[in-house]
């Protein structure tokens, strides 16, 4: 079997406190529910390294012991352990985490290994330790840099925080830093954003990698609430507005490029050579599986989530935990047995656990991978085109060809057309040879959004889902 | 059981009956109890409501098409009584159905709710009954709330309606309290149908319903002569004339056939009529060989007074739609449709109801039944419009007024309304029938804390949300009953609406010119909101004869972009997108814009004050 690439996610849902903006799967938790999570997490690591929990896989022959295609034999390109705050762990457990993928997945050695942190959860101790299990990519949630802004949206530390973590990062060795970034946020004018990114170019050496994102109001959160209620416009700290939102996002991109960062996804900017390899995956469709709390992945052209019951999630895992162990324990007392009692009693015995396990198991399994959806061509080739409309490249007619055998105006044609049309599509075309030279040999026509087409990428994204 | 089949039944055991109550007092909770307690249902066959077996009524708490049980009783004296319940309508929308009812029966049961007393819809259902000569006696339901006061009900029930009450059962039909003392009043205050099995025929139509396979079945109540298969009858009001087939009476959701139906007795009648309008409510059917003399009274043609454009969202389903509407029109006589066109909307149909509730009613229907997406334009009620000429112009779709320089003058139906209401919230619901063009005609007071409010009211103003805005105004204690008394002139003028300078016609409505612009202003307020962003900007525009008098604008889409994409799940990102993508499928193209379906409907939202 040829060697494939393949990501790792893994979740961990635990902060110190909720942002107010926050709807992620995150929440704070005493050290007794932390550690039976990871120990639980430890174990869907372990197990997914030889069959990914998902029937339909195996149904296929793809998800199971005997088939040649299964996780442990793809190559690991990116780690990225996400959040929550991944470092209110103990950082025992990041070790543990790491020497258990390391010891079930072929990690690549130049693999991606991201860990995301927040000031005021780590230490020049912690950071040296994500350091020496081979972590190479700290990502920093920084947010704002002002302290009364960061108070106003609920984080935690303040900027005088961030920039000891950004010292202790760059002197426990990470050479690959992004730094988070929120925009629009309540009572922010132009001058906020600019200060902001101006702080942060100024940093020495000024980060690799730059994530900059728009606040969005998510229903659920305290900010939503504050929103319905009105009280931003009452303490005089509005949201900025549509027109305010824009202007912040292109300036951020304007004043991001004049530093030499390349604006290469929607909300990312890296300098060269630094583009996140983990998020481009999710935007190229590369496979990846997600470990933990609600996580998602892509296996196999089959989509499928991780339960968002954290009661659930510890009940399962940590029975196959009791179960593995016990397995462990009753082969001994078996062998020991078969070999005292007549020859025949054996094989009772071992189907009757295996029967066992199996109930179980397919009972549960349901209801923690879930949203499971085998995706179709038509599936996929919508994801290629709305996922890839997300990066500065596009969406490469040669790669959709190669892998769908038409090329993408066989099958969105008028949606192209019209898109183009309104000015939110670019067809873009490059001379052969491209860059990197990889995969595509000639030359090669790229679909691109417009910057009228980012402000409006949902309107056009949409378009190329076809009716149901 | 075999009763009928065997036995000629004697008038003096038949007792014909309904139930009168406002909305929500019980009633069909009591007939269900009657059913039960009667016996010809084991518990076990009971459905929560046997009447209303529409799962639309259930819903709706409310019943719509008429229906009758036939039950057997026996009484304490020994003898077994042939109960009829018919079962009315329960809304303003259907009273002429409800007066048909009632003609059919000898009696009714008036059911009042222990705690609420007297409502405006009880008063307007007994006096319905009194006036058909109904021995109307009282039952006080839901003796068993904490906030229950029988003693006041029944005084109010002597004080205001002048009946005698202080031996009214007191019951709760939920809980099956004291449902024998009704049963017995049954036997005792209503009286035994009359008439002469052998005068000739003359049968009620209260109902009717089309059935697939014996065509239309007609409810009917024989008030003189004998009815049987072979028999030749002729509806007196329609002129068809068919051979019976087949007569009986109603099971619990069953036909029953037997031999014969005679004077006094409720059943149906089937002679393979092809069509319900055949066999109007409130007709008569007679012997075509030996008719009576002259019809039962009471008969009106019936009238639809709310008319609303309906199409199918996606153009393709048009013969679906008219499928659809033939096959319920089978069944609903009420329910009248024509061809129409429309630029915004394309092809679909003007459709008459008897007023909004049917309306909704059906649209559900439609919806549900025959999985019909509709767009329906804002509803409207029949204009007279009297041309210089000499022309008479029954307008029910707004865009068919003539050029205002044909118009001599204009027509718009006038309702009696009856509102009860107490004391404190008079004030607010005399401003709201103020606001609605209402004419004042008078107050009385029921009891020291309750009044009726009497209006006369534009039927215009009250067919959209009039009950709604009641109930919000009176904390729901306020109740509403209305009669149509005529048409009136009126200066009425048509308001246009263009998007994107195009003028819309499925959004055109009538309106009094007086309210033309504030209308207008709140029209164009309120497709603002409905209409989405796209990448241009919109003009919305309110005109009166050409000349705007209100805009707005939808500015062009500044953003629509989702940023953050939540760990790679891209089943997240992809959901939004076909919701968005659903969005659209949902709107309708006018020029280059895409207007939402429930914008047609907006019109109906102009009064909500928030």
Redesign the interface.
């Known amino acids: 079997m040829g060697e494939r690439e393949s990501e790792l996610?893994i979740?961990i849902p635990f902060c110190v406190r909720k942002c107010k903006y926050c709807d992620?799967l995150s929440a704070p938790a005493d050290a007794q529910v932390q550690n039976a999570y990871m120990e639980a997490l430890l174990e869907e690591v372990r197990e997914s390294a030889d069959d990914i929990g998902v029937p339909a896989l195996r149904e296929n022959g793809r998800g199971t012991w005997e088939n040649a295609v299964r996780p442990g034999q793809d190559k690991v390109t990116s780690i990225y352990i996400?959040g929550g705050t991944p470092s209110v762990v103990d950082p025992v457990w990041m070790e543990k985490l790491m020497a258990c993928i390391r010891e079930h997945y072929r990690v690549a050695e130049q693999a991606e290994i991201t860990i995301e942190v927040n000031p005021g959860t780590v230490t020049r101790e912690s950071l040296m330790r994500y350091r020496h299990v081979g972590i190479n990519r700290l990502s920093i949630g920084c947010q704002s840099t002002d302290d009364k802004e960061l108070a106003r949206i609920g984080r935690i530390h303040t900027f005088a925080q961030f920039r000891d973590t950004y010292r202790w990062a760059r002197e426990t060795g990470f050479t690959n830093v992004n730094v988070d970034l929120m925009n629009a946020l309540p009572g922010q004018i132009m001058a906020d954003v600019e200060r902001n990114l101006e702080r942060i170019l100024g940093l020495d050496p000024g980060p690799e990698h730059l994530s900059v994102?728009?606040l969005?109001v998510e229903e659920g959160t305290p900010f939503y609430r504050m929103w319905e209620n009105g009280e931003f416009e009452a303490k005089g700290m509005e949201l900025p507005d549509?027109?305010q939102?824009?202007a912040m996002y292109w300036r951020t991109a304007e004043l991001l490029r004049s530093y030499g960062y390349a604006h290469y996804e929607?909300?990312n900017f890296a300098k060269p050579g630094y583009e996140s390899r983990h998020n481009s995956g999710?935007w190229q469709r590369r496979d990846?599986l997600?470990f933990g709390l609600?996580?998602?992945?892509?296996y196999e052209n089959t989509?499928f989530?991780n339960t968002g019951n954290l009661h659930e999630y510890l009940s399962y895992w940590g029975n196959r935990r009791a179960e593995a162990a016990w397995a462990r324990g009753a082969a001994k007392t078996e062998k020991a047995a078969s070999e005292r009692v007549a020859p025949g009693s054996e094989e009772t015995a071992g189907y009757r656990s295996d029967r066992r396990n199996e109930r179980t198991e397919e009972q549960d399994i349901e209801r923690i991978r879930v949203?499971m959806?085998a995706l179709s061509v038509q599936d996929a080739m919508?994801?290629t085109m709305?996922?890839g409309l997300?990066m500065a490249e596009g969406v490469s007619a040669a790669a959709f060809r190669e892998r769908f055998g038409c090329g993408p105006e066989t099958v969105y044609g008028e949606e192209l057309r019209e898109s183009i049309q309104?000015g939110?599509l670019e067809r873009k075309e490059s001379a052969a040879g491209g860059e990197n030279g990889k995969g595509i040999s000639e030359g090669d026509v790229r679909y691109v959004l417009t910057k009228r087409g980012?402000?409006?990428?949902?309107?056009v994204?949409?378009?190329f889902?076809r009716?149901? | 059981m075999a009763l009928e089949n065997q036995v000629k039944i004697e008038q003096s055991k038949i007792r014909n009956f309904c139930i009168v109550a406002h909305i929500d007092h019980g009633k069909s909770t009591l007939a269900d109890r009657i059913i039960e307690k009667t016996g010809l249902l084991t518990s076990r066959e009971m459905q929560a409501q046997v009447l209303d077996n529409m799962d639309l009524e259930r819903e709706r708490g409310i019943t719509i098409k008429a229906q009758a049980v036939r039950t057997v009783y026996k009484a304490q004296d020994g003898e077994e009584y042939i109960f009829n319940l018919i079962d009315t309508p329960g809304h303003v929308d259907f009273n002429y159905e409800v007066s048909r009812s009632l003609a059919a029966c000898d009696g009714a049961i008036l059911v009042v709710d222990a705690a609420q007393g007297i409502e405006a819809q009880t008063l307007a259902n007994v006096y319905l009954a009194l006036d058909h000569d109904l021995d109307v006696f009282p039952v006080i339901n839901k003796i068993d709330l904490p906030s229950a006061e029988p003693q006041r009900v029944i005084e109010e029930i002597e004080d205001v309606i002048g009946i005698e009450a202080q031996d009214a059962p007191l019951i709760s039909a939920k809980n099956g309290i004291n449902i024998e003392e009704v049963l017995e009043q049954i036997v005792t205050k209503i009286p035994a149908p009359k008439g002469d099995p052998n005068a000739p025929l003359k049968a009620l139509i209260f109902d009717s319903l089309y059935d697939s396979y014996k065509g239309v079945i007609v409810f009917c109540r024989i008030m003189e002569g004998t009815v049987k298969k072979g028999t030749r009858i002729r509806m007196m009001a329609t002129k068809a004339v068919e051979e019976v087939v087949e007569v009986g009476y109603f099971g619990a959701g069953q036909f029953i056939p037997c031999e014969e139906l005679s004077a006094g007795m409720v059943g149906y009648i089937t002679a393979s009529i092809k069509n319900v309008k055949d066999t109007a409510v409130g007709d008569t059917v007679t012997d075509n060989d030996n008719p009576c003399d002259e019809p039962l009274p009471g008969y009106k043609k019936v009238q639809s007074m709310v008319y609303c454009g309906m199409y199918p969202a996606d153009g393709a389903k048009y013969p679906d739609l008219r499928d659809a509407l033939e096959k319920l029109q089978l069944n609903d006589a009420s329910l009248n449709y024509e061809p129409e066109t429309s630029i915004a909307l394309g092809f679909g149909f003007r459709c008459g109801f008897l007023g909004l509730l049917h309306l909704e009613i059906i649209q559900e229907r439609l919806e549900r039944e025959y999985n019909l997406d509709l767009v329906t334009t804002a509803p409207g009620v029949i204009y007279k419009v009297h041309k210089t000429n000499g022309e008479l112009i029954e307008l029910t779709n707004p865009s068919n007024l003539p050029d205002p320089s044909e118009i001599e003058y204009m027509e718009e139906p006038i309702v009696s309304a009856e509102i009860m209401v107490t004391s404190e919230f008079i004030g607010s619901i005399m401003e709201l029938c103020q606001e609605r063009r209402g004419r004042y005609l008078g107050m009385e007071y029921i009891e020291g804390t309750r009044a009726l409010l009497k209006y006369e009211l534009p039927l215009n103003e009250i067919i959209y949300d009039f009950f709604d805005a009641l109930k919000s105004r009176s904390r729901g204690y306020a109740s509403f009953d209305y009669d149509i008394k005529g048409y009136e002139e009126s200066k009425l003028v048509k308001l246009d609406i263009l998007i994107n300078r195009e003028e819309v016609d499925a959004l055109s409505f009538i309106v009094h010119a007086d309210s033309a612009y504030e209308r207008g202003r709140r029209m164009c307020e309120k497709l603002k909101d409905e209409i989405p962003r796209h990448l241009f900007e919109i003009p919305i525009q309110a005109a009166v004869g050409g000349k705007i008098i209100a805009r707005e604008t939808v500015k062009a889409m500044r953003k629509d972009v989702l940023a953050k994409c939540y760990g790679g799940d891209i089943s997240r990102k992809k959901k939004l997108l076909e919701k968005q993508k659903e969005g659209k499928k949902r709107m309708r193209q006018v020029g280059n814009v895409e207007i939402p379906q429930k914008a047609f409907m907006s019109v109906l939202k102009l009064d909500d004050k928030n």
């Open positions: 996610y979740h992620f996400g994102y728009s969005i549509e027109e939102e824009r929607i909300s999710y990846y997600g609600g996580a998602a992945s892509l989509r989530s949203q959806e919508e994801e709305f996922l997300r309104e939110l980012v402000d409006v990428s949902n309107y994204m949409a378009k889902l009716d149901t």
